[in-house]
């Protein structure tokens, strides 16, 4: 997924202006993704959507106390 740059800013490595698009994982140091958002640089994120499963064991619990 991308993040698409709102206003113009630097990083240490690299300009991007408005328009462009920004990888997942791409060095934006000194800047975070977070603090850019914030800020107004950058256009916010879609929802990350989770389809959680519920994790279910192949063998039934052992629900007696082991006696030592």
């Known amino acids: 997924m991308t993040t698409t740059v709102k206003k113009a800013f630097n990083t240490s490595l690299q300009r991007f202006k408005e328009g462009d698009e920004i990888a997942d994982g791409a060095d934006l140091s000194p800047h975070t993704v977070e603090s850019l958002t914030e800020a107004g640089y950058l256009a916010g994120r ?4 989770t389809t ?6 192949d063998k039934p619990a052992d629900d007696k106390p082991t006696e030592q």
């Open 46 to 49: 879609p929802p990350v959507k």
């Open 52 to 57: 959680a499963k519920p994790k279910t064991d």
